[in-house]
């Protein structure tokens, strides 16, 4: 994972630079289709016209224009002496023209609650119309303002090696990070430090990871009988598996991804913790080309990522209100194999980092009316707070 300030990190600029170009991309980012529709509507033509530099510029100072209310001629002349030189006087005319019009531009109009959402939540209006279905309007704007909250970061502490506690300390001590300690084996830090470039990252002693999305598996392994085999399905790069790994070392691990550059992450991952490397093949889940029977499988599986909206808000511009439905059938053909690879007795975790129903409680009830011989144990949704991983899970025992 590429943490946001490692985006200029080797970039020659200095450390206010980088940071302020680390706050607009992001900003940019959240508003993407908000920033565009006001160019349009202030040029009166659609943004695929202009050259794609133009199109960069355009964004960039538009977001810089309207949020910031910053003086369309003063950029233009900073792009002017430090960026394009005087040989793009053509774009910079152009440019200048469009963010005088920007900086005129009053609001888009507001008539119903996904307009609200897209000029002040910063939400696509079909995400907007989807999330009001699902949850009703009031819980809806609740989560689009959590995601629209600044991120913190949380990092699980390799208890092999360091207790949280001793991790938090050297956080606090020789980095002068903020953080706190929360549900264990996490420590919360109060905003995303780049904390891939400190010795203890190198060493091993944590992993860069949400701590909603462990909530499955510390719960799975509380109930592995001693010495289980566990496959992991989807398993790259290997956060889920590496958990595992961590809390219940007597697990025979199997992990399995459709991407062997995926799977490389997993053993590099698994090597940075100085974990024992699990058993690997890259295969499709779907399809797979062993046979077997597993005290739990594990399905994390490929979904439309709805709740990673907070920590990565460009997401929700670059997808579409149909990708669910792609991810949906994917999901059903992976469990329907994967109900086959559980011993009886044995568990199937599944979950994603969605908030649609589809993906989550209907795709439960869906495997439970087809696949006969499961019971539900536990299930749990959890919201996006604070831009956290918005994640489900649903742990079943096979008869
Ligand atoms: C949500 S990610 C898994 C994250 C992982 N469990 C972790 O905790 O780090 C989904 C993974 O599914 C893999 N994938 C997608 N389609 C697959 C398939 N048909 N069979 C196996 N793996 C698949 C992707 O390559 C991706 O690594």
Known sequence: MLAREQIFENHPAPQKAREIATVITNEVGRKWGVINEIIELSQNEPLSKSSMLLRASLRVCAYLVYFERKNPYHLVNLIRNFILGKTREGLLKRLFFVLRKIEKFKGGSVKSFEDYAFWYQFFPRWAARKMVEEFGQEEALRLMEEMNKLPFMT???????????????????????????????FVKLAKVYPVMRTDEYEEGLFSIQDKNTAVGVLELVKLLPESSCVLDACAAPGRKSSLIAQERPDVELFCVDISRSRLDKLVREFERLKFERPLLVAADASLLPFKGGFDAVVADLPCSGSGTWGKHP?????????????CVLVQKKILGELSGFVKPSGYLLYSTCSIWREENEEMVDWFLGRYLGFKLLKMERIPPENASTGFFYAILQKL
């Open 155 to 185: 990092v699980r502490a390799n208890t092999k090696r360091i207790t949280p506690e001793k991790l938090l300390f050297t956080f606090k001590e020789k980095y002068r990070f903020d953080g706190e300690l929360v549900d264990y084996p």
């Open 314 to 326: 460009e997401r929700k511009w670059f997808t579409s209100s149909e990708r669910y439905k792609e």
